[in-house]
């Protein structure tokens, strides 16, 4: 038998730009929740909320021409801003693209692991990640998601090795399909926006404390209210941090986290000025996959359980460390006027050691291991510019924004390796010894992105609105490989454009159809370190989409869209050195989707997601032409939903009600080869919640009947990641 260790290994120290934290792990992140709330002033009053009951920002702080805004601009489900995705105020109906928006409410509801958990209530999103993954990776419409942004400006390289930090998540905008003309590089697949939580004029003060199975402990507290008047304008603060911990469905794999997030801003007289610092960590022992056999294949003569760890307790532990700082002023030049500029800070770090599953051999039951120690450091330095003006020249309305933003990123990644015993799968023993451990590569990339774009969104008519856009992207990429002494450098320019169409045909009803491109960067998919080769323009895809949207206020909004996008620049085999690659190959997407949320009373709310993704091979060296993408499903499916009744004796606002849903994902391919499916599976959620007056209690249980299943191929194919166990999630929520 399997048995969890009593101490966990030892890790590296955390990244120097985290040292100064260290004396809040050493206390006791528990402990620091806790005081959190003995420092919140004794007199907060109880807050005024808006109709969702969450955070809302007077009027005279809002700023329609900037982008970025902290009020709430949504009511439960329903999410109705899309400032990310055109760069201005602007809904989701009035957007010629398929957008979705998951509110804080539903955060609340589902109270997530991962990012993923929150994206998968989108439609067409595959590869799904597990609560136990140490970096995320997902596809939109069968292409790789490239990163992910944070109010708007650009997190580079975040999607890998940056960690989780929800506990800031005030709601998550996702565009399906490229956004180029607006965000440049990394927005090949879709845009994922998360939008934080910032300081409110008003004192709050939100305590949780979530527990379950498996051990989990996730304290969160959330301070924020107004500190000072200050050269006419009011200076207000927030301070959010988080800890879990919890152990898992895997053995040996119990993941810690923490965050700590404080932000301060001065606003007045038009004007506001914030900073937001997040710092973050998390640790456990990295899980990577277990193999085909014994979970797909070859049940006749071996099962193994979805909690066998291929890895070894002696590895060490996976370290994923994040700082980040950012700077941002936002002004109003006028009554149609405003402008934003912003500053960040970057810094991430990836620790990880692992016995890296190898081969099987021809008993079925010996695996071939490799201990692998990845040291990765990860900086960016982006700054930003937006001005924004509504015009009207003669009968047709203008909302214009123009804007430069760049950035410096640089990766460094050192590689070992070491040699470590194979593992028997159906006797394990653990307390493996790793030995001859010598440094294989030490390579380093640096990005300097630049570019600009116009845009301008014009309404031709009361019911129809065109959008014409255009970004010019500046590329500038070195990757260098220290112990073979190669180095390779490139430099691109593309033009990017943006064009799209809305045509109210009822009150409710808009019809709507765009053409739009994105570009995903590559920095060293050619370059292969000992043997040479060079290094890769950016992918490049292009989209045509068309659908109906529907909205009624307050009740209804849904989405029905069909669409075709290519990709082009996919590496594939040099026919004249298979040893390298060139770029040549192309994939293409067709798809239909659908997005439904409704509300129709004030405890009961649905929202509903369906997709059809046919993601195959155009062209390729090596892959036969018609073979599906890797871990992208036909089908995939979202529900969920809160159905309720007002509570009058627990008070004003008091509730009870039960929540539910399901998660659908048709089979995979575990390669581009098509040659063994992983496959598909659905999963059940089911819980209950009580509200009244500051106090809220609500139990989930997420795969509720403890379905086994597999979430997706990895390792170059090589095994599966088992889906999520059962996990029961209990949180009680004070507010004040």
């Known amino acids: 038998p399997v048995r969890r260790p009593r101490r966990r ?23 620091f929740v806790a005081a959190l709330a003995v420092a919140a002033p004794a007199a907060a009053q109880r807050a005024r909320p808006d109709s969702t009951g969450r955070d809302t920002l007077p009027a005279d702080r809002r700023l329609p021409a900037v982008s970025v805004r902290a009020e709430r601009t949504s009511t439960g489900y329903l999410g109705r801003a899309a400032d990310a995705v055109l760069g201005v105020p602007a809904s989701v109906r009035a957007t010629p693209t398929s957008v979705q928006v998951v509110t804080r409410a539903v955060l609340d509801e589902q109270q997530p692991f991962t990012l993923a958990d929150v994206v998968r209530n989108t439609a067409g999103v595959g590869g799904p990640m597990t609560s136990i993954d140490t970096f995320r990776s997902f596809k939109f419409r069968g292409f790789e998601l490239g990163e992910a ?22 709601r998550v905008e996702v565009v399906r399909g490229p956004g180029g003309a607006l965000f440049g590089v990394g927005s090949g697949g879709g845009v994922v926006n998360v939008v934080t939580r910032k300081p409110l004029g008003e004192r709050r003060v939100e305590l949780a404390m979530t527990t379950g199975n498996f051990g989990l402990a996730r304290p969160t507290a959330d301070v924020t209210g107004p500190l000072a008047r200050v050269a006419g304008g009011e200076v207000r603060y927030r301070l959010v941090g988080a800890y879990e911990r919890r152990r898992s469905f895997v053995d040996f794999v119990e993941p810690r986290a923490w965050q700590l997030a404080p932000s301060l801003e001065w606003s007045g007289a038009g004007t506001t000025v914030r900073y937001q610092g997040d710092w973050r960590e998390r640790e456990q022992h990295r899980f990577v996959s277990v193999p085909f056999h014994g979970t797909i294949t070859g049940l006749a003569d071996l099962r193994l359980d979805r909690s066998f760890f291929t890895g070894d307790p002696s590895q060490g532990v996976t370290t994923n460390t994040g700082a980040q700082h950012t700077v ?30 190898r081969t099987l051999a021809a008993d079925n039951r010996t695996l071939a291991r490799r201990f692998q120690l990845f040291d990765e450091a990860e900086r960016e330095t982006a700054v930003g510019a937006r001005l924004t003006r509504q015009a009207r020249t003669g009968a047709l309305e203008h909302t214009l924004a123009l804007g430069a933003d760049a950035a410096r990123w640089t990766y460094d990644s050192r590689l070992s390796f070491g040699t470590a015993p194979p593992l028997d799968l159906a006797r394990p023993v653990y307390g493996a010894a790793i030995g001859n451990v010598a440094l294989i590569d030490d390579t380093g990339d640096r990005f300097l992105l630049a570019g600009a774009y116009l845009q301008d969104l014009v309404r031709l008519t009361p019911r129809t609105t065109l959008l014409v856009g255009a970004r010019l992207d500046r590329i500038e990429n070195r990757t260098e490989t220290r112990v073979s002494r190669r180095a390779a450098e490139r430099t691109d320019t593309r033009l990017t454009p943006r064009l799209g169409l809305t045509v109210d045909l009822t009150r409710a009803l808009t019809a709507y159809a765009s053409y739009a491109g994105g570009l995903f960067a590559q920095p060293n998919a050619g370059f292969i370190p000992g043997v040479g080769g060079t290094i890769f323009g950016p992918q490049e ?22 669409y075709e996008a290519t990709r082009t620049n996919v590496p594939t085999v040099d026919p004249a050195d298979p040893a390298l690659r060139v770029p040549t190959g192309r994939q293409r997407a067709r798809g239909a989707e659908a997005q439904l949320t409704w509300a129709p009373a004030a405890e009961t709310s649905l929202l509903a997601a369906w997709a059809y993704t046919d993601a195959r091979v155009r062209a390729d060296n090596t892959f036969r032409v018609g073979n599906r993408v890797e871990n992208a499903p036909l089908r995939t499916g979202r529900l969920w939903m809160r159905l309720g009744r007002p509570a009058r004796a627990l008070g004003g606002d008091g509730a009870a009600g039960v929540l539910g849903g399901l998660t ?12 063994v499916r992983v496959p598909g599976y659905t999963v059940y959620d089911a819980g209950a919640y009580v509200r009244g007056g500051a106090l809220e209690a609500q139990v989930v249980a997420r795969n509720v009947t403890d379905r086994h299943y597999f979430a997706r191929a990895a390792f170059g194919g090589r095994g599966v990641v088992p889906g999520d166990a059962r996990q029961i999630v209990a949180t009680l929520r004070w507010r004040r």
């Open 541 to 562: 895809s292009r989209q045509v989409e068309g659908g109906l949207k529907v909205e009624l206020p307050g009740a209804l909004a849904g989405t029905l869209s069909a």
């Open 149 to 170: 942004f944070v109010d708007g400006i650009r997190n580079t390289g975040s999607l890998n090795i940056q960690p989780e930090g929800l506990a800031t998540y005030e």
């Open 664 to 675: 659908h994902a048709s089979d995979v391919y575990a390669t581009l080869v098509n040659d």
């Open 9 to 31: 290994a030892r890790h590296r120290a955390t990244a120097p730009g985290l040292a100064a934290l260290r004396w809040w792990k050493g206390a006791g992140p528990p402990t």
């Open 328 to 357: 941002s002023l936002e002004r109003a030049l006028g009554p149609r006027t405003g402008a934003q500029l912003y500053a960040r800070h970057t810094r991430n770090g990836y620790y990880q050691p692992t016995l890296a599953p």
